[in-house]
């Protein structure tokens, strides 16, 4: 049977367009169609829908189609479905781009999976988003979640994280939701994190940096708060000036402006001490900087003060005698000039190696003005405001 170049042949396949088809039917276009009369079309005049159907001889079977009882719904279905029609939807696409999954229209839930192999390793990795959709306020699990699924060499799946979506609750007609991310640990999800409107949660440690390699903040759910690698912070202790204890030969008070002063002069001396913190980064240098002013200028070749800092370290398990301590030192700034302006503020620091120190050290300081190396010494005297112990933190809270 020939009509134009149309053929049936011996073979039962059927050409249109063709009088050699390759396939059981076979449309040959020789044209420059880009719109819906190039190709295939099925057309529905009635109440049914328009529809294509693949099937394997007694197993499975997919339909697709337009549902013309579904507002004329794009529809890919599976033939496992009480009646095998495109009632009962895979995947659902609408004129105007969006899609759904296991619905027709917004009702239902549905799930996107896609599936990776490394075939060095035979790891295969399953990502699985599940939508879950309720009626409205008050539904039951309304949220985005997204489940990550790993698979052995032997194939067998292992649920191993998610992030979810979820309204905080359901009966909320506010519509208040909260994001979360879980880990699976021995064998069942634990949220690892979550965000509300109020507070981020976090179960376990929480690490800010450079993702926990060796410069990060750690912050643990016992309220203990460390510093690792180059992360520190500056910390101070103050001691203001009358903390100053009285020395070997005491200095004398002075007032400049608001500013109460000590001033020192040769050989006059200072006792304070200070507790060294627990959260002192070990190993690391402390600095006792010294805040002071003088009622004089500097000119050449006249106005130079040395400050000395005798200290010791003692711990507080009662052994070792304050006045024979294993760790202790003396430091001082050697000849340094007056400021240039009188009354104004300068600050010279003493450092006091880590080496030494342990926290929990109650350290003793005698601070004194000491007679110079060499050149001369200012009329006036000069006066400490206060003094900063500036340390090294690596902690920002330990547990109680």
């Keep these: 049977m020939l009509i134009e170049a149309t053929s049936i042949l011996v073979g039962g396949k059927l050409g249109l367009g063709t009088k050699t088809p390759d396939a059981m039917v076979h449309v040959?276009?020789?044209?420059?169609?880009?719109?819906?009369?190039?190709?295939?079309?099925?057309?529905q005049d009635g109440a049914g829908d328009a529809v294509l159907h693949f099937l394997l001889t007694g197993g499975e079977g997919y339909n697709i189609g337009i549902d013309n009882s579904?507002?004329?719904?794009?529809?890919?279905?599976?033939?496992?479905?009480?009646?095998?029609?495109?009632?009962?939807?895979?995947?659902?696409?609408?004129?105007?781009?969006?899609?759904?999954?296991?619905?027709v229209?917004?009702?239902?839930?549905?799930?996107?999976?896609?599936?990776a192999k490394n075939s060095a390793d035979q790891i295969e990795t399953i990502f699985d988003a599940t939508l879950n959709r309720g009626g409205g306020n008050g539904g039951v699990g309304l949220g985005l979640r997204y489940l990550f699924r790993l698979e052995n060499g032997a194939g067998a799946p292992h649920d191993a994280g998610k992030f979810e979506v979820v309204w905080t609750d359901p009966a909320d007609t506010d519509e208040d939701s909260s994001?979360?991310?879980?880990?699976?640990?021995?064998?069942?999800?634990?949220?690892?994190?979550?965000?509300?409107?109020?507070?981020?949660?976090?179960d376990s440690?929480?690490?800010?940096?450079?993702?926990?390699?060796?410069?990060?903040?750690?912050?643990?759910?016992?309220?203990?708060?460390?510093?690792?690698?180059?992360?520190?912070?500056k910390r101070q202790i103050r001691i203001a000036n009358a903390d100053l204890g009285k020395g070997t030969s005491a200095p004398t008070q002075g007032i400049i402006g608001n500013y109460t002063l000590w001033n020192y002069g040769i050989n006059d001396d200072s006792v304070f001490t200070f507790y060294l913190p627990n959260d002192w980064a070990v190993g690391t240098d402390v600095v006792i900087n010294i805040?002071?002013?003088?009622?004089?200028?500097?000119?050449?070749?006249?106005?130079?003060?040395?400050?000395?800092?005798?200290?010791?370290?003692?711990?507080?398990?009662?052994s070792e005698a304050l006045d024979a301590p294993s760790d202790s030192?003396?430091?001082?700034?050697?000849d340094i000039d007056i400021p240039a302006t009188?009354?104004?503020?300068?600050?010279n620091g003493l450092t006091i190696s880590g080496a030494s120190l342990t926290a929990g050290d109650q350290v003793g300081v005698t601070l004194k003005r000491m007679a110079l190396t060499d050149g001369s010494n200012p009329a006036a005297e000069p006066g400490v405001v206060d003094l900063n112990i500036e340390y090294t933190a690596d902690k920002l809270g330990e547990a109680a």
């Design 205 to 233: 440690a929480m690490r800010i940096g450079d993702g926990g390699a060796s410069d990060y903040a750690e912050i643990k759910a016992d309220g203990e708060i460390h510093l690792h690698g180059a992360a520190r912070v």
């Design 179 to 202: 994001f979360g991310i879980s880990v699976m640990k021995a064998g069942s999800f634990v949220e690892a994190f979550q965000v509300n409107s109020t507070a981020i949660d976090v």
């Design 291 to 318: 805040d002071w002013a003088i009622n004089e200028a500097y000119t050449a070749n006249s106005g130079e003060v040395k400050w000395e800092a005798a200290w010791s370290a003692a711990p507080h398990d009662g």
């Design 70 to 103: 579904a507002n004329d719904l794009f529809i890919i279905s599976s033939n496992n479905n009480p009646d095998n029609s495109l009632s009962y939807p895979l995947l659902t696409l609408d004129d105007v781009g969006n899609m759904y999954l296991n619905t």
């Design 28 to 43: 040959y276009e020789d044209n420059v169609k880009v719109d819906y009369t190039a190709g295939i079309t099925i057309e």
């Design 329 to 334: 030192g003396s430091l001082d700034t050697g």
């Design 342 to 347: 009188a009354k104004t503020l300068t600050t």
């Design 105 to 115: 229209g917004s009702a239902g839930g549905g799930k996107i999976s896609t599936y």
